[in-house]
Nanobody, 116 residues
Framework: VQLVESGGGLVQPGGSLRLSCAAS????????MSWYRQTQGKARDLVAR????????MYADSVKGRFTISGDNVKNTLALQMNSLGREDTAVYYC??????????WGQGTQVTVSS
């Protein structure tokens, strides 16, 4: 299993970023995937999850209406579109493969910094 995030960077408050997670080594189209984020000294928090096959999504209250999680089953890529970013969104963002019986796997993370 390999998960490689990209798309992080520095953005001004109110701006947008799109994170991507390239997945390999498992059947992406039938997998539950999620995005988490972590700030220094704090636990890793769930941001959004998409169920296997993309049938349902869920979001943390703090990002509802601003973030959108999606999956591309052709490219085996998970995405997180982030709009109306605020300083509170600054964190390292990780994608996660929730493999159930097969275990959970994490990417290396990508830094998002919201600052003027």
């Amino acid at each position: 299993v390999q998960l490689v995030e990209s798309g992080g960077g520095l953005v001004q408050p109110g701006g947008s970023l799109r994170l991507s997670c390239a997945a390999s080594g498992f059947t992406f189209s039938s997998s539950t995937m999620s995005w988490y984020r972590q700030t220094q000294g704090k636990a890793r928090d769930l941001v959004a999850r998409i169920s296997s096959g993309g049938g349902s999504t869920m979001y943390a209250d703090s990002v509802k209406g601003r973030f959108t999680i999606s999956g591309d089953n052709v490219k085996n890529t998970l995405a997180l579109q982030m709009n109306s970013l605020g300083r509170e969104d600054t964190a390292v963002y990780y994608c996660k493969y929730e493999g159930g019986y097969y275990g959970n796997y994490w990417g290396q993370g990508t830094q998002v910094t919201v600052s003027s």
